[in-house]
């Protein structure tokens, strides 16, 4: 281990150990599905959001094979309003492979998670080490924004991870199984909490005397020009939750012209429809009666 390591790993786990956050996921009697889970609902959507989620979601359940034979109007109920109803899908799918391929039980290789639907590099890395404690290279937004800071000198990371980035990061990561499992988790922790994109607690960082950003006078992010700002407002994301909301509290299947009323734009609207029908969130059916041509409602 090269001692720029172990220059990074003191501080940061020690810290960790005094202001990890805890986190169901982090329980002692987590299980390795609760923690998949967790990490799904994580992607793009904050921790206070996903906290009462998950405990709902996980009491009603709480292993691979209650997801995989649930209807599927009522796991995205269930998803309510964590965003990007596409990942409830996916990770019914993935609970119904687990069932197929794994006899019920989560695999502990990223190999074999990669293959499960829905489960990307970094969930398959996750997965490994918060759930079997095993040695991986765990790179979220909050690691690489550490180590861009801490090591490069670098406000921010780049827009997309880099092959020079991963494996920069993979050579930082302990030896052992256990001390990789905690610096994955730590240094996520780190980015979280203190290290933030946006404003900085610098002053309560456990790196303040080795940070090459803050040696280097704290450059401006280099990168800005290449950024897309994430808008909302007018959107089709906007649209189509507004859509998924009205069909997750109906009782029946709505009327079309329940679901014009959400959006002025027809055109627009008709759009989002045809995509969530074809991203299988809604489903567009006829009407009970002459006047009613055509319904939509959840997938059964």
Do not use: K
């Not at 003191?10 to 990890?20: I, N, R, S």
């Not at 980035?165 to 990789?180: G, I, K, N």
């Amino acid at each position: 281990m090269s001692s720029a390591a172990e220059t990074l790993h003191g501080p940061v786990l020690t810290w960790f150990t005094e202001h990890a956050r805890d986190l169901p996921w982090r329980a002692p009697e987590r299980t390795p599905w609760g923690v998949l889970v967790s990490e799904v609902m994580l992607q793009q959507t904050p921790v206070v959001r996903v906290e009462p989620a998950w405990r709902a979601w996980m009491a009603r359940w709480p292993a691979p094979a209650d997801l995989a034979g649930a209807p599927t109007g009522d796991v995205l109920r269930a998803w309510d309003r964590l965003g990007y109803p596409r990942r409830a899908l996916r990770l019914q799918a993935c609970a119904q492979a687990v069932v197929e391929r794994h006899g019920g039980r989560v695999p502990d290789t990223e190999e074999q998670l990669l293959a499960l639907p829905g489960i990307g590099s970094y969930t398959a890395a996750a997965v490994v080490a918060f759930a079997f404690g095993g040695r991986s290279v765990v790179l979220d937004t909050n690691v690489r924004r550490v180590l861009a800071r801490a090591v490069d000198g670098e406000a921010l990371p780049s827009p997309s991870p880099t092959v020079a980035e991963r494996a920069r990061a993979a050579a930082l990561v302990p030896a052992d199984h256990a001390t990789a499992a905690r610096w994955a988790a730590a240094s996520m922790e780190l980015g979280a909490l203190v290290c933030t994109a946006r404003s900085p607690r610098c002053p309560e960082c456990p790196l303040l005397a080795v940070c090459a950003w803050r040696e280097a006078g704290c450059p401006t992010d280099v990168h800005a020009g290449r950024r897309r700002t994430q808008a909302w407002e007018g959107t089709d994301r906007q649209v189509r939750g507004r859509v998924m909301a009205l069909l997750r509290e109906a009782l029946e299947p709505v009327p079309a012209h329940a679901v014009d009323a959400v959006w002025p734009d027809a055109v627009q609207l008709a759009r989002c429809l045809e995509g969530l029908a074809a991203d299988g969130l809604l489903v567009r059916e006829p009407g009970p009666g002459p006047d009613d041509l055509v319904h939509f409602r959840l997938p059964r």
